[in-house]
């Protein structure tokens, strides 16, 4: 049985986890060992779904045997809606959320994972947000309810409208003007005139139901704001799933915060008048409609009270909670309730969401929050709708990503996800309604453990040394707050407009990384960054403007770009407040050396450049991060496009030798010279950049002979069948007779005869398969996700073996595997191993038939993009070559 700890043995336990993080290598070689074999800790991890959940011992067994064997570290285990009907004599059953059955398949399922040495988290829940049929209409998500109502010229009064269970009235208006509300109306004292209305405002819930829950999960979301909600719902819910654990998970999560319209809570009003040192009441019209300067202000302090009760009524318990049960709290820290950048400081392995690397994120302003606040790992979920619908993504698909989630920062991969599918599923399995889908019903599973193993080193190198961006990209939550709108709460959904689509784009092409820094991780940690920009902020608090101010003092830069703030936050001493940041602001933007003002943020990217050489000049489709380490630098480099890229990378921080780490093979070799290297990369490839005092073994330069072409008459055998096709050219299996819609695996063979001149010459050999052919983004269907904008030449991966012996797994670019050593004088046996997708399969059947189950459970998903599925090219479509690299 798990045992409590005491709040001094969890503040114990918590430094224990930061020593035993801090044992990094120490020296080039001891860093090049541990790249050849990471650590299992940097592995990625898979968000695992129990549907139902209708699970049993065999198959959690099962799956996670297959994900140790793929190279996956751990999972998180949520709980989700039910994808059968209970059918005991076929072994389904839906075990009703937090039961005795259900928690034995968890306890089992834990025990496992330990004793297969695989990481284990929790989500504290079902589906999301965290709630369900323990929380009363009381404790459940709130929100302040306007009911407009018009003004009858010669009513006296106007009827309050009718009072749902639990809601309360608060106040009523005419205008500005606050109502008396007598005998049930609310009295109007003059002549109201025609068009005129009363505003009620009436405190009441959004009656938000946990999103996907399981069967007995369903329920209302809780009040996040409301610290009585958070204890219960740990208390019902929390310490029920720790009596499945003899030993704690490594974490409990909470998901990403999407309480709907939760912007009230019960004693709002209360806690406002403590924290901002006004009544609100008189001033509610102002959160209805946009009146001006005063309304702004007044919707400033609505917004940052909601964060500061989320931070102090959620996340705070929830990480208490955590480390009193021995374990650490992970949380997607965005959404509503408004969390900021600073309430990842709450947390202790703060994770984000989002790829695209060119624009705000929450994936970056995760590991923002980590470098900040000293925080090791960043983890984020990865592959959300990747090439929609489910079993469409590629190995490439999930290597395009994978990058851009590296290039904002993050060390840790959560993969969304790995679906519980029980053989009577049959294939390809039980999925997500809106995700990707990463186990072993996919036919490119046989390169499972080379993606897996590339994703680990980049980890693993990642959490090396310090992060070494140059530049603080100050967010003007301020601003966000003063934006905030009923039922629009949320200040990272108002980033991306206050930032705009100009200055991330000008920070990266202009050669630097960069980091988010707020005002709680100044007022924290100070500004560790060289630059720092201001990104046409309008509103600063002046504490925070005095420490930017004490920053340019001793050496710092600051660039306001667009504007220079002018306006101090909230509705209390504003006045006072705006004449200072009215004054620093001339103070360090038009008589301060260490300042400057960009208005046309079309030339940011000078502004920086004449403040700080570049960290990296280079193309701007190649992305870059850069670890400090006490003897190295370390870069990772991506091309995040679907065309090469061919350039000169010149870097600011240089050793006296530069090499090349493959993160493939784990190979090392020389890169060239000290501070410029030729960069020549293919379609969405990566590398990483290591300078350092080591010498590195010269790469290989000889002149290229011809390549043999091997693409003629192949012998095909696929899963299904014994009997070959002999293909005297390379097609597509879907031209095949009786091959249009199968998925699954086909063998290649043939011999080839090779000169033993070519032997002899010991020159690295390579079985080349072609370049990829790019493709234009689709028009997206539905979600965020993206794809990579390539097609292979082989669809979609292949293990190649050359006499017997496996050469290596071809599912990126460049599409080529090293075959030296393997060839020899005379005949040789040439057999690749090649799958396509599921997705064939699919496209043959009817999409399922969801009926009964709505029936019985209701309508709690809807599958996504599943209509009029085509199959797609499969297989080797050539060319295949011999050539010298």
Not at 52 to 73: D, T
Not at 224 to 234: I, S, V
Request: aromatic share 10%.
């Amino acid at each position: 049985m798990h045992v409590r700890l005491t709040r001094a043995a969890a503040g114990c336990l918590v430094a224990a986890w930061i020593l035993a993080a801090a044992n990094p290598p120490a020296t080039v070689a001891d860093l090049q060992r541990a790249f050849a074999h990471p650590p299992d800790d940097a592995r990625i991890m898979v968000r695992w779904w129990w549907f139902g959940p209708a699970v049993v011992k065999s198959e959690l067994e099962r799956e996670l045997r297959a994900m140790r064997e793929g190279g996956i570290g751990g999972v998180e285990v949520q709980p989700v809606y039910p994808l059968t009907l209970d059918d005991p004599p076929r072994g389904l059953r839906n075990l009703p959320y937090l039961s005795d059955e259900f928690l034995d398949q968890l306890r089992f399922a834990s025990a496992k994972a330990q004793e297969l040495g695989l990481r284990m988290d929790l989500t504290l829940g079902s589906g999301w947000p965290y709630g369900g049929p323990h929380i009363p209409a009381a404790l459940a998500s709130a929100r302040l309810r306007v009911e407009r109502v018009a003004v009858d010229a010669k009513a006296a009064a106007v009827p309050v409208p009718k009072m749902q269970d639990g809601e309360k009235l608060i106040a009523a208006f005419l205008d500005a003007s606050r109502l008396d509300i007598v005998d049930g109306g609310a009295r109007v004292r003059d002549s109201a005139g025609e068009g005129r209305v009363v505003l009620f405002f009436i405190s009441s819930r959004t009656h938000q139901m946990v999103k996907r829950a399981a069967v007995g999960a369903e329920g209302l979301v809780l009040d996040h704001y409301d610290r009585a909600a958070t204890e219960r719902h740990l208390k019902l819910v929390g310490d029920r799933l720790m009596q499945a654990f003899s030993q704690p998970p490594y974490a409990v999560f909470s998901d990403s915060l999407e309480a709907y319209g939760a912007d009230w809570s019960g004693d709002l009003l209360a806690e406002f008048q403590r924290r901002r040192g006004y009544d609100l009441t008189p001033y509610l019209p102002a959160l209805s409609s946009d009146t001006g300067g005063e309304a702004a202000a007044i919707r400033h302090d609505w917004g940052q009270t909601l964060t500061e009760l989320a931070n102090e009524n959620y996340l705070t318990p929830i990480r208490q909670w955590a480390h009193e049960h021995g374990t650490r709290f992970r949380s997607q820290t965005y959404g509503t309730p408004p969390v900021n950048l600073a309430s990842n400081d709450l947390v202790d392995l703060p994770e984000g969401e989002g790829s695209d690397w060119r624009r705000f994120t929450a994936t970056r302003w995760a590991a923002s929050a980590s470098h900040l606040y000293e925080r090791p790992v960043t983890s984020s979920e990865t592959w959300t709708w990747l090439h929609s619908p489910v079993f469409r993504a590629t190995p490439l698909d999930m290597k395009a990503e994978a990058d851009r989630h590296f290039l904002e920062g993050v060390n840790q991969l959560m993969g969304h996800g790995w679906p519980y599918s029980p053989p009577e599923a049959g294939e390809p399995g039980w999925h997500f309604y809106a995700a990707a889908v990463f186990n072993d019903h996919n036919p490119w599973w046989l390169v499972m453990p080379d993606i897996a193993l590339y994703l680990q080193r980049v980890s693993f190198l990642l959490r090396q040394g310090r992060p070494a961006a140059d530049v603080a990209l100050y967010l003007p939550t301020d601003d966000a707050y003063a934006r905030f709108s009923l039922g629009h709460a949320s200040v990272n959904d108002a980033m991306g407009a206050l930032l705009g689509p100009t200055v991330i784009p000008q920070i990266l092409d202009a050669g630097y990384s960069f980091d988010f820094i707020d005002d709680g991780a100044i007022a924290r940690r100070g500004i560790p960054y060289p630059i720092l920009i201001l990104p046409g902020v309008e509103r600063i608090p002046p504490a925070t403007y005095r420490k930017i101010a004490e920053y340019l003092r001793e050496g710092g830069t600051a660039i306001a770009a667009r504007r220079a703030p002018s306006l101090a936050p909230g509705f209390k001493d504003a006045e006072t407040g705006t004449l200072e940041v009215r004054a620093l602001s001339r103070a360090l933007f038009e008589q301060s050396a260490r300042g400057k003002l960009v208005t046309d943020e079309t030339r940011l990217g000078e502004a920086l450049r004449a403040a700080l050489a570049p960290e990296v000049s280079k193309a701007p489709e190649i992305g870059f991060v850069h670890r400090k380490l006490p003897f190295a630098d370390l870069y990772f480099l991506a091309n995040t496009s679907n065309h090469r890229v061919r350039s000169q990378a010149a870097f600011r921080v240089a050793g006296p030798n530069a090499a090349w780490w493959d993160p493939f093979t784990g190979k090392i070799t020389r890169a060239g010279g000290a501070s410029r290297v030729e960069l020549d990369f293919a379609p969405y490839e990566s590398r990483i950049l290591v300078f350092s005092k080591e010498q590195a073994a010269r790469a290989p330069d000889f002149p290229a002979p011809a390549a043999i072409d091997l693409s003629g008459t192949w012998q095909v055998t696929f899963a299904d069948s014994p009997r070959p096709v002999t293909m005297p050219r390379l097609i597509p299996w879907t031209e095949v007779e009786g091959k249009r819609f199968f998925s699954g695996q086909a063998t290649y063979e043939k011999t080839v005869a090779i000169d033993a001149r070519l032997v002899r010459a010991r020159r690295p050999l390579y079985l080349d398969f072609g370049e990829g052919t790019p493709v234009d983004a689709p028009q997206r269907q539905s979600g965020p996700g993206m794809r990579a904008l390539l097609e292979s030449p082989v669809r979609e991966c292949a293990v190649v073996y050359v006499n017997g012996r496996r050469a290596g797994a071809v599912w990126h670019p460049p599409y080529e595997v090293e075959v030296t050593g393997l060839l020899h004088a005379g005949e040789n046996r040439i057999r690749v191993v090649v799958a396509n997708l599921a997705f064939n399969r699919m496209a043959q059947e009817p999409p399922p038939d969801y009926a009964a189950l709505i029936a019985r459970f209701g309508d709690r998903f809807q599958d996504q993009d599943m209509r009029n599925l085509q199959p797609l090219p499969a297989g080797i479509l050539g060319p295949v070559r011999l050539i010298v690299r």
